[in-house]
């Protein structure tokens, strides 16, 4: 007894943070499914840094083509410098031979920013290729972020320049890190028709209203879906044909199923074309085989 009423009372101790940073930083961690990982992709300011990188590697390069050409025109020697790595670094580490040494430094100022510019670039890459967040994840993470629960009156948690950076117009620049694998459409249905049937108990610590949407019970309604229309489609269908005698009957019903599995795929998964085509026509092979084989109760 003493142990459950320690437990008890230890459930029952709400946890506060300090409104701001650490207020923030714990909605945002508290999310088991990811969903709150918002954050700034600050395009603008990539892309200026790019065209940054981009330019100067443009003066780099002139530079270098304005070397090349130099030592073409240049001596034997100098050509052999152009082509022999030793002899050029052992020449460029003497302050002295002013020439060699500007090209050494030419050369680790490009070797360092192209370094720079491409990790850039790949980095950019890869952000370029997170989605924005859904709009119902959005609006929740703003309810939060600016407190519409509280007594006092909405107010955004963070002060300063930093009270806005999830407003409204901000939202084209905003991206989620949550790896969102491409959803069916189904389950997007389901999604955004009954979020209700999939709200986690409340286990937060706080006051906040904010419900939690549960990924799992999502999935595995949409798996029993899946089960029972498989079910359906396939043993419903030769149920259906095993009972009928008539074979212009028969006929109609193979094409009415051929139509139903092919709106199922398609409408129901992400199927392709190609794909949707190949399982139609392996479905009504199937239904064909059945009849052919005169396994029902029907006329031969």
Same mark, same amino acid.
């Given at each position: ?10 459930? $029952? *101790? ?8 650490? %207020? ?12 709150? &990982? *918002? ?6 300011? %990539? $892309? ?17 083509? $304005? ?7 240049? @001596? ?46 790949? &980095? ?5 290729? =997170? ?18 629960? %509280? ?37 997007? #249905? ?17 006051? @906040?209203? =904010? ?6 019970? =999502?999935?595995?309604?949409?798996? /029993?879906?899946?089960?029972? &229309?498989? #079910?359906? &489609?396939?043993?419903?269908? /030769? ?19 051929? +139509? ?6 398609? =409408? ?15 479905? $009504?092979?199937?239904?064909? +085989? ?11």
């Amino acid at each position: 007894m003493h142990s459950d009423a320690e437990k008890e009372s230890t459930d $029952a *101790i709400k946890i506060y943070y300090l409104t701001g940073y650490p %207020s923030l930083a714990a909605f945002i961690a508290s999310d088991k499914d990811k969903s709150t &990982l *918002i954050y700034r992709r600050f395009d603008r300011l %990539s $892309a200026r840094n790019l065209l940054h990188l981009q330019s100067e590697l443009i003066e780099l390069q002139a530079r270098q083509d $304005a070397f090349d050409e130099e030592d073409f025109r240049g @001596s034997p020697e100098d050509k052999g410098i152009a082509s022999d790595w030793n002899l050029f670094s052992s020449k460029a580490s003497d302050p002295k031979n002013t020439r060699e040494w500007e090209r050494m430094k030419l050369a680790k100022q490009i070797r360092k920013r192209l370094k720079e510019y491409r990790e850039a670039i790949l &980095l950019e890459s890869t952000l370029a290729s =997170l989605k924005p967040p859904s709009s119902r994840t959005l609006t929740a993470f703003r309810n939060v972020f600016n407190n519409t629960d %509280s007594p006092r009156g909405s107010f955004p948690t963070l002060g300063g320049r930093g009270s806005w950076i999830y407003e409204e117009k901000e939202k084209n620049d905003l991206m989620s890190l949550r790896n969102s694998t491409e959803e069916d459409r189904l389950t997007s #249905f389901i999604r955004y028709s009954c979020p209700w049937l999939f709200i986690k108990p409340k286990k937060r610590k706080t006051d @906040s209203s =904010l419900a939690y949407f549960s990924e799992r019970r =999502l999935q595995y309604f949409v798996a /029993i879906i899946n089960i029972v &229309l498989a #079910f359906a &489609l396939l043993f419903g269908a /030769i149920y259906h044909l095993y009972s009928v005698t008539s074979p212009r009957i028969k006929l109609g019903l193979i094409a009415f199923y051929t +139509v139903s599995f092919a709106l199922c795929v398609g =409408l129901v998964t992400n199927a392709q074309r190609s794909e949707v085509f190949g399982a139609c026509a392996a479905y $009504a092979a199937v239904l064909v +085989v059945f009849v052919s084989g005169n396994f029902g109760g029907g006329n031969p």
